[in-house]
C-alpha cells in the first residue's frame, strides 16, 4: 500500500537508469543510513557493537570482494581468505614502517597491495574456468598462507608470529588497540564499508560493471563485442582483491586486535564464499544479507538460547547452533536457490502489487 | 511465493530481536563470576573435553563441599570457544560486562588479543603455562599470568634430560636433534633458544615444522626424520598432531624412548599408537591419576551426584588433572585476593593482585588434598611465572610412568630470552602502558 510509484514520473534517463528508482526505497536507504551511523551507536549495547556489527560489516565488505569476482564476473576463487591475509598483513607492514601515516590511509592503501597480489594470482584465469579456475585459486590460498607463516619479515620478526595491532589515532581518538571503544570501531568501519559499497555500486552499474557481467554470461560473446577478457578478467581479480584486502585489514586491526597467520586459512575462504552463495550471486546487498546469516545466526541463536533462561550446557548450544543454521541453510536454498537478495527482491515485487496480485 | 517472504520476514525480526536483546549480568551481588573459555567442540575437542571437565569439576567441588570460596559462591560458567579466536573474542566480549574475576583463554590465538584488553578492561589473563612466554615478565605485563613454566622453561628442562641421559649436554657435540612442532606461535617460539643451545653445545638441530592444516599427514616430516637419523626428537604439539606424530614415529621405527614431548600430549595420544608408544616421554609438573584427596571430594561432591556432564573414566586423566590445576590457581588467587582486600565477592582488579601474591606452599597444598600432586608455586610481582621445575614421565604402554626428579629450567639461558623478548614487545608495541599498578608488600 505504502510501497508504491503510481504518481512518481521519471523525466530525464538519468532519473530512469537510476540505481534506486522508487521514491520509497530512496528514503528507506536514507533511513537505514541514519540508522546505522546515529540509532546504533547509540543504542546498542557494547556487546553488540563489538560482536555482531563490526565482524557484520568486515564480512559483508569482504563478501563484496567476492561477489565482484564470483558474482558478477564469473570467476569462482577459493583465495579470499589469502587475499584478506595480504591486506592485513600489508596494513601491518605500513603502518609500523610509518607510524605516523593515518590508519585510515594505511587500511586503504593496503588493499591496492592486495589488488596487486590477486591480480598476480588472477593470471591464469585466462587460460582455465571454473572449477580449475577454483584450484588455481586454491593454491594461492596455500602459497600465502605459507608466506604468512615463513616469512618472518611480514610480522616484523615478533616471537609470537602474529600481528600485534598497534595503537593508532584518529582525530585525537583511539581507533585501534585495547583502548578503542567499540562506537569508534564500528563508526569507523562503517565509513569506510559505506564508502566502498558505494564506490562498488557504481562501479558494477557502470561500463565496467557491464563488461564483467558480459564475461560472466558468455565469455566468447563478450570477446566478440569488443570487450577484452584479459583485462577484464585481471581488473575483476585487483578489485575484489582490494575490498578483500581492505576487509582483512579492518579485520585485524579494528575487531581482533591481534592475528596469527591461521586466521587467514581456508576455512575463511569457504566462509566468505558460502556468504556469498546464500546471499545472492551478482548482488551487493546479498552480501550484508549472507554475512547476516552466516555470521550472524549462530551469534543470535546461542544468546538466544541464554537469554530464554534455559540451562543448556555450552557445547550442546553450539551443537545445536551448528545443526540449525546448517538446516536453514538448507531451507533457504530449497525456498529460494539463488540466494536471500532474490527472495527480497520478489518480496518487494509482492509489495508492488499487493493486495492485488495477479 | 507469498509465502516464503513472510518466511523471511519473520525471520529477519527474529534474528533482529535476538540480536538485539541486551545480555544481562548473570552474577548476582554475592558471587564470584569465574567464565571458563572450553572447547568440547571442534577439531581440538580431544584435548579440550578433559580439561574442561577437570576445570569445571574442582570450582563446582568448592561449591559444594565449602560453599564457594570464603562463603562466596562461585558463578561458573562455561562459554565455548571451539578453540576457534573469531568465538573466543566473542565469548570475551559477553563475559566482559558480567565482572569476570579471571579468564583462561585456553589457545594462543585468543589469548594474544586478550593480552592488550587485559588492563583496559582489569581482567586478569591467566593463560597456564601457553601464551605468549614474554608474559612472564610482570613488570611488563602486569595483568597475565602464565605459571608454572614457559615454553622456553620446557625446552631447556627437555633439553638437560638428554644432556643427562647423555652423560652431561657438552657430550651432545656432533649428534643431531630434530624437532617437530606446530608450525605456529606456540611452536616456532622455542626455536631461537634450541637454536642458540645447538650453538653453544655443539649439535645439530633440524626443524620438522607440521603445518596446522596438515596435522594428520606427517608421512613427508617422517620420512626426512627416517633419512636425517636423528639421535633424538622433540615435540611441541597440541590436538591431532600428538598421536599423529607417535603413530609416526612407531611407523618409521623411531626408537621411542628418544622421542620427548613438552607438556601437552594426553593418555589418549599415547594409546593410539598402541604397544609401540611404550617408551615415549614427556614433560609434566603435576600427577596422574585418582589417588588424592582432592579426587575424592570431587567424585563425593560432583560426579556421584550427576552436577556434571564428566565422562567418569576422564577422573584422574592427564589432561583432567591439567584442568583441575588450572582451576585450583583460580581459586588459590581468589582466596589470596579475598586476605588480602578483606572483601568476599572480590574484582578482577583484586584477583589481580591474588596472583601476584600467590603462594601456594606444601602446607597449604596438603590443606587443599594435593600434597605430593604438584610442586609448591609462588608468584611474585616481576616473575608471574615461577619457572617450576618439571619432571619426565614414561609412557609405560598403559598409562605415564614417572622416570625423573624435577629438572630445573636453565634460566640462565630464558631469563636474558625473556627479558629481551618483554622489551621488543613494548618497544614494538609503542604506547604500550608503563607498569602502574602498585605491589603487594606480602609478594
Known sequence: ?358 | MKKTSIVAVALCAAIAATTAMPVVPASAQEQIYVPLFTYRTGPFSGSGIPIAEGMHDYLEMLNQRDGGIGGVKLAIEECETGYDTKKGIECYESVKNKKPVVVNPWSTGITLPLIARASVDKVPVLSMAYGLSASAVGDVFPWVFNPPATYWDGLSMILSYIGGKEGGLEKLKGKTLGYIYLDAGFGKEPIPLFQQFAKDYGFNLKLYPVAATEMQNQSAQWLNVRRDRPDYMVLYGWGALNPTAIKEAARVNFPMDKFVSIWWPGEDDARSAGAAAKGFKMLNWHAVGADFPFIQDIKKHVTDKNLTQTDKTHIGALLYNRGVYNSMLIAEAIRTAQGLTGKKAVSGEDVRRGLESLDVSPARLKEIGMAGFTDPLKLTCSDHNGHLPAFMQEWDGAKWVKISDPIKPMMDKVGPLLADAAKEYVEKNTGWPKRTEACDKSS
Open chain 1, 1 to 358: 500500500m505504502l510501497y508504491r510509484e503510481a504518481g512518481q514520473f521519471k523525466e530525464s534517463y538519468a532519473a530512469d537508469m537510476a540505481i534506486f528508482p522508487i521514491r520509497q526505497d530512496r528514503i528507506g536507504l536514507a533511513i537505514i543510513l541514519v540508522a546505522a551511523f546515529v540509532g546504533v551507536p547509540l543504542a546498542a549495547s557494547d556487546f553488540v557493537l563489538a560482536v555482531v556489527m563490526v565482524p557484520l560489516l568486515i564480512f559483508a565488505l569482504a563478501a563484496i570482494g567476492l561477489n565482484i569476482l564470483t558474482g558478477y564476473t564469473g570467476l569462482l576463487s577459493l583465495g579470499t581468505g589469502g587475499f584478506m591475509g595480504v591486506g592485513a598483513f600489508a596494513c601491518y607492514k605500513l603502518t609500523t614502517a610509518f607510524p605516523d601515516l593515518n590508519i585510515v590511509v594505511c587500511i586503504l592503501t593496503s588493499g591496492v597491495v592486495a589488488s596487486a597480489v590477486g591480480a598476480v594470482f588472477g593470471l591464469p584465469s585466462l587460460r582455465i574456468k571454473g572449477f580449475y579456475l577454483a584450484v588455481a585459486t586454491l593454491s594461492a590460498q596455500f602459497f600465502l598462507d605459507w608466506c604468512f607463516v615463513r616469512i618472518p619479515w611480514l610480522v616484523n620478526h615478533n616471537v609470537s608470529g602474529a600481528i600485534e595491532v598497534p595503537i593508532r589515532t584518529l582525530f585525537g581518538v583511539a581507533v585501534t588497540g585495547p583502548n578503542a571503544s567499540p562506537q569508534v570501531r564500528y563508526l569507523v568501519i562503517l565509513a569506510i564499508v559505506t564508502f566502498l559499497t558505494w564506490i562498488a555500486s557504481n562501479l558494477l552499474h557502470g561500463r565496467v560493471g557491464r563488461s564483467f557481467m558480459a564475461v560472466r554470461d558468455m565469455d566468447i560473446a563478450a570477446e566478440l563485442i569488443g570487450i577484452k577478457l584479459y583485462q577484464t578478467k585481471l581488473l575483476a581479480f585487483a578489485v575484489s582483491s582490494y575490498y578483500c584486502g581492505v576487509a582483512g585489514a579492518l579485520m585485524v586491526f579494528l575487531w581482533y586486535g591481534s592475528a596469527e597467520p591461521a586466521v587467514f586459512g581456508i576455512d575463511q575462504s569457504f566462509l566468505i564464499l558460502f556468504m556469498v552463495i546464500i546471499g545472492c550471486l551478482g548482488s551487493l546487498v546479498g552480501s550484508f544479507f549472507g554475512a547476516a546469516l552466516i555470521y550472524g545466526l549462530p551469534i543470535a541463536l546461542r544468546n538466544g538460547l541464554g537469554a530464554l533462561g534455559l540451562q543448556i550446557p555450552a557445547a550442546t548450544v553450539e551443537h545445536l547452533t551448528l545443526m540449525t543454521v546448517g538446516g536453514l541453510i538448507v531451507l533457504f536454498l530449497i525456498i529460494e536457490p539463488h540466494g536471500l537478495a532474490r527472495l527480497w527482491q520478489i518480496g518487494k515485487q509482492k509489495l508492488r502489487v499487493w493486495p492485488f496480485p495477479y
